[in-house]
């Protein structure tokens, strides 16, 4: 090999080793920021998971499944359903906490679409990751009248299920009436995001658009509903 | 010449690329997720303990939009020889939400002073378990957290604003150094073979 060859050879390898170098200490001040001595929640209002709920690297996390995912929980009543229960219709649903101030914001949002859907191929199914007893008592104070499932330690296998091994709340789901996973929404909702990802859903529907371009243009049209916001 | 440069430029361009593309909480990494940037809980708030004489200081160093609610603080021993009191908080702000009430919370940082006494004078190193739970203005809530901490072994955080990532930077500027250190590699070759 020719000496500028020999030179370029050499800047590569030393570019290549400084950003190993880098990223390397980037990848080992990330592993040390997360405590070693970190250990499970669930003392204080609510069921969580067994295994350090709050640390983001012990937990792998799946990505947001393509389908529904097979679950039963228990509903209001203590009668397991299975959420197959709503095959063929599209679904909106909602993991949430009565100790959530956001999640309780929006269960009115959520009344709303329910009762604006009633009869069509949409169903609100509300995920309470709680004690039953607490359900209970706000579903029957804040007049829920759609399908409220509830778990501890079963909801959150159902929320891992999703993406979610260590959830914050609330999130929802939005599906397609062929169990296709269309957005997953985390954070309170508003109706200007409901509206636009149900419009897309419908598309979705009446074969109108296929699927990878409904969730791209809902992840545009939720950042730019976003920057809107903001500015 | 120049094709060899080219294709060496898009490889460092696309380890950069790799490389930030970590920078993203997890959940934010699918086209199915929204792009709020709502930040992983370790990050939203940081918890660290010290011994002060007679008493044990945790401090909660909280990001901007996110706060912890005074009511769920906890903080017990967890050394079979220690006995803590109940933490000294200081008044919060008042937070009233038509869905959940009054509530007083923590914004930026708080610090917990938990007076304590040992059994046995020092047999076991010093062992607290504290729990907290918040939520981030823009509408999302965290589970409660509890994490135990070994007071004595961990300095207290004192910046209230520390970047998330400050080694992501580094990462960045060492990239960036080794590239002009490569550039300047190249040039002196070039005036090596420019004719006298």
Redesign the interface.
């Known amino acids: 090999m020719n000496t500028p060859g020999l030179r370029l050879l050499g800047a590569a390898l030393v570019a290549l080793l400084g950003i190993w170098a880098g990223l390397k200490a980037y990848s080992v001040r990330r592993a040390h920021e997360i405590p070693a001595v970190a250990v499970p929640a669930g003392v204080a209002s609510a069921p969580n998971r067994s295994d350090g709920a709050a640390s983001e690297a012990a937990v792998p996390h799946p990505l947001v499944p393509a389908r529904l995912p097979d679950f039963s929980l228990r509903d209001l009543t203590g009668k397991s359903i299975s959420i197959s229960a709503w095959s063929g219709k599209s679904l909106v649903v909602n993991f949430w906490a009565t100790w959530c101030a956001p999640c309780r914001r929006e269960i009115p949002l959520l009344k709303t679409i329910s009762a604006e859907w009633a009869g069509r191929d949409l169903k609100v199914v509300g995920i309470a990751v709680d004690y039953p007893d607490k359900v209970k008592d706000f579903a029957g104070r804040f007049k829920i009248d759609y399908p409220v499932l509830i778990g501890d330690q079963d909801a959150l296998d159902v929320a891992a299920k999703f993406g979610m091994a260590s959830p914050a709340f609330p999130f929802t789901v939005f599906t397609d009436r062929r169990g296709e996973v269309v957005a997953l929404f985390l954070g309170e909702l508003h109706r200007p995001q409901v509206d636009f990802i149900l419009s897309e859903v419908q598309d979705l529907n009446q074969d109108r658009i296929q699927l990878p371009e409904a969730r791209r243009a809902i992840a545009e049209g939720l950042q730019a509903l976003a920057e809107k916001q903001a500015g | ?1 120049q094709r ?2 080219a294709t ?1 430029l898009s490889l ?1 361009l696309l ?2 690329a790799a ?1 930030t593309a ?1 920078a993203k909480p ?2 934010m ?8 940037d ?1 930040l ?4 939203a708030f940081r918890v660290a303990a010290r011994i002060d004489g007679s008493a044990l200081k945790v401090r909660w160093v909280i990001a901007d939009g996110y706060y912890l609610y005074k009511q ?1 603080f ?1 903080v017990k021993a967890e050394s079979p020889d220690l006995l803590v009191s109940a933490p000294q908080l200081p008044a919060g702000v008042v937070k009233t ?4 009430g009054t509530q007083e919370i923590y914004t930026q940082q708080v610090e917990a002073v938990v007076p304590y006494t040992r059994i046995d004078a020092g047999a076991h190193p010093i062992q607290i ?1 504290v ?1 907290y ?1 918040g ?2 203005e ?13 007071p004595n072994a961990q300095p207290a955080l004192v910046a209230p604003n520390v970047p998330p ?4 930077s ?6 960036a ?3 002009l ?3 300047l ?2 040039r ?3 005036k ?2 420019v004719p006298a």
């Not at chain 2, 939400?97 to 959940?100: A, R, S």
């Not at chain 2, 823009?138 to 070994?150: D, E, N, Q, R, S």
């Not at chain 2, 580094?170 to 990239?175: K, P, R, V």
């Open positions: 010449m060899t440069q060496l460092f380890l950069g490389g970590h997890w959940w990494r699918g086209i199915e997720s929204n792009e709020t709502f992983p809980p370790d990050v769920k906890e939400d038509p869905y959940l378990k729990t739970q939520c981030a823009a509408g999302l809530c965290y589970p409660p957290i509890t994490k135990v901490l070994f990532y400050p080694w992501e580094i990462a960045i500027t060492a990239g150094f080794a590239f250190l490569a550039g590699v190249l002196k070759g070039r090596l073979d």
